[in-house]
């Protein structure tokens, strides 16, 4: 997929957010990288850089306090060729940005892996 469209994709994720969430992100940088640094694997000790499908890199708002002033901008990348090795259609794309997407921004929001991954389960046995 061409960089253009896949950032079309995200772009269009982060307004699908509702409201009250898109408007908690305005000191939020959202990139999108081809692959991860060898240094964002080593931090999060991977070993492969097709595991890391995005990455939120900041202070969690949940953990900020009256001195958190004059910060650089928290940061989340979307990592496109992850993404694309791990999608067999453009929809199916789709639907992982937006997915990785929520997850990135939910860190964002103080929620924590083992948290997001007990959310995604219950939907999908809700689904069943």
Known sequence: ????????????????LPP???SKLENVD???????SPQQLSQLRLRSKAQLLGLYEGVPQTRRDRGYNLVLPDRITIFQKPIELKCRSSQEIEDEIGSVVRHEIAHHFGIGDATLYKIERQKSRRKD
């Open 1 to 16: 997929m061409e960089r253009q469209e896949f950032e079309a994709l995200v772009i269009r994720a982060i307004e699908a």
């Open 20 to 22: 009250e969430f898109r």
């Open 30 to 36: 959202i990139a999108v990288e081809d692959w991860p």
